[in-house]
Structure formats: C-alpha cells, structure tokens
C-alpha cells in the first residue's frame, strides 16, 4: 500500500528526492513518516509529516537540508534530500501511522519498501 521510491547514487553534495506513494486508501489524518537504516545501526526516522494539518517534523541531522511535502492529488508523500553527506547512506523507508510521537517506528502500521540512498564522497 506504499511504494517508496527515487533511491540512487549521488555525490556528496547532491539532491535526491524520494517519493512514497500510497495505493489502496489515502491515508487521510495519518502521519507519513521517512525512516532510515544504515548496515548495522538502528533504524533512524529522518522525517514525518501530519496529513490532518500539514506539520511537518525533521531530525536534527536532516534539519535545514531536508524537506518533506505532500501532493494529496497524487496520493503522494515527498522527501526532499539536499545538501547530501555520506552519513546519509542507507536504505530510506516510508511508514504511514496514527502517530503521537512521529519518530517511534512502532506507531507505524504500514510500512513501504526501501529504497536504496548511496551518497558517493
């Protein structure tokens, strides 16, 4: 029900901008939240958005860098990656969930499948 996508390979520096779609329902009034994990360490939320009134939260790693926006249109949840380092390497997640605190994975019920991030120094 969502399909992460726009992955790739860029150089430090770089833009990327990753999109989830969702299929199936419009996950009106949900929190869509971009999670991230790198090869072993934890998985990190980098990124939520409230659908109900448009807030949008960043970690601090990301913060200034990273933009988060929905198209309700198109069903779709974009994260907006610039200004990337190599410490954001990993394997990006889009989750959709009744959330209270946006960065607790288990307050996600539907989770996409990643998508691959490579920031190249």
């Known amino acids: 029900q969502l399909q992460a996508s726009g992955g790739g390979l860029v150089q430090a520096g770089g833009s990327l901008r990753l999109s989830c779609a969702a299929s199936g329902r419009t996950f009106d009034n949900y929190g869509i939240g971009w999670f991230r994990q790198a090869p072993g360490k934890e998985r990190e939320a980098v990124s939520c958005i409230n659908k109900y009134n448009g807030k949008a939260y960043y970690a601090d790693s990301v913060k200034g860098r990273f933009t988060i926006s929905s198209d309700s249109a198109k069903n779709t949840v974009y994260l907006q990656m610039n200004s990337l380092k190599p410490e954001d390497t990993a394997v990006y997640y889009c989750?959709?969930?009744?959330?209270?605190?946006?960065?607790?994975?288990?307050?996600?019920?539907?989770w996409g499948q990643g998508t691959q991030v490579t920031v190249s120094s």
């Open positions: 989750a959709a969930g009744k959330i209270i605190d946006w960065s607790d994975p288990a307050e996600y019920g539907f």
